[in-house]
Antibody, heavy 124, light 108 residues
Framework: EVQLVESGGGLVQPGGSLKLSCAAS????????IHWVRQASGKGLEWVGR??????????TYDASVKGRFTISRDDSNNMAYLQMNSLKTEDTAVYYC???????????????WGQGTLVTVSS | SSELTQDPAVSVALGQTVRITCQGD??????ASWYQQKPGQAPVVVIY???NRPSGIPDRFSGSSSGNTASLTITGAQAEDEADYYC???????????FGGGTKLTVL
């Protein structure tokens, strides 16, 4: 079964840091780009960023709202992806999902599967 | 970056057809994908590409696109289709992604 499992969420004070983990199984992790998406309670989905594969130099891109504060990394040897979050703000409070990026030249991009999400609460 | 615009809420009578739309400049160059999210659950892809359904998605779900607008159509809506639906695509730069604001579908 193709699966992604996030962990590491919790309560952190404004200005603090937190590192989320994403454990992948059931597919060739090293061959897939990984994205992070978040969702504040009662709100819509917000794309956070992505990390590409080794042949693409592990390139990363981020939404403007987190650029310079968040860093995505991966460990292909252990089928893990990470989201390092620094200088956290109250508005970063959300459920964070990691997702496998799928792509084909004929169908474009899609995200599947999604993890179950991990809750990050930024509050004093 | 660019934005994707969706109607916040749409309703449909049980068994009828409903279309959920998504508008944005990037859709002229990139396909949209569509995600269904039920309360307390992670989103699930229902349509991607020109009109592709992942295995397990009923064939009452279909997709289409014209110009800057992508559409998700549910033909013969069922009670279990009541959910939030989100479109997603790359932004106009092609290096970032963006979600629509979501459409809450109510099946009457």
């Amino acid at each position: 079964e193709v699966q992604l499992v996030e962990s590491g969420g919790g309560l952190v004070q404004p200005g603090g840091s937190l590192k989320l983990s994403c454990a992948a199984s059931g597919f060739t992790f090293s061959g897939s780009a990984i994205h992070w998406v978040r969702q504040a309670s009662g709100k819509g989905l917000e794309w956070v960023g992505r990390i590409r594969t080794k042949p693409n130099n592990y390139g990363t891109t981020y939404d403007a709202s987190v650029k310079g504060r968040f860093t995505i990394s991966r460990d292909d040897s252990n089928n893990m992806a990470y989201l390092q979050m620094n200088s956290l703000k109250t508005e970063d409070t959300a459920v964070y999902y990691c997702i496998r990026h799928q792509y084909s030249s004929s169908s474009g991009d899609w995200f599947d599967p999604w993890g179950q999400g991990t809750l990050v609460t930024v509050s004093s | 970056s660019s934005e994707l615009t969706q109607d916040p809420a749409v309703s449909v009578a049980l068994g009828q057809t409903v279309r959920i739309t998504c508008q944005g400049d990037s859709l002229r160059n990139f396909y949209a994908s569509w995600y269904q999210q039920k309360p307390g659950q992670a989103p699930v892809v229902v349509i991607y590409g020109k009109n592709n359904r992942p295995s397990g998605i009923p064939d009452r779900f279909s997709g289409s696109s014209s110009g800057n607008t992508a559409s998700l159509t549910i033909t013969g809506a069922q009670a279990e289709d009541e959910a939030d639906y989100y479109c997603n695509s790359r932004d106009t730069s092609g290096n970032c992604w963006v979600f629509g604001g979501g459409t809450k579908l109510t099946v009457l």
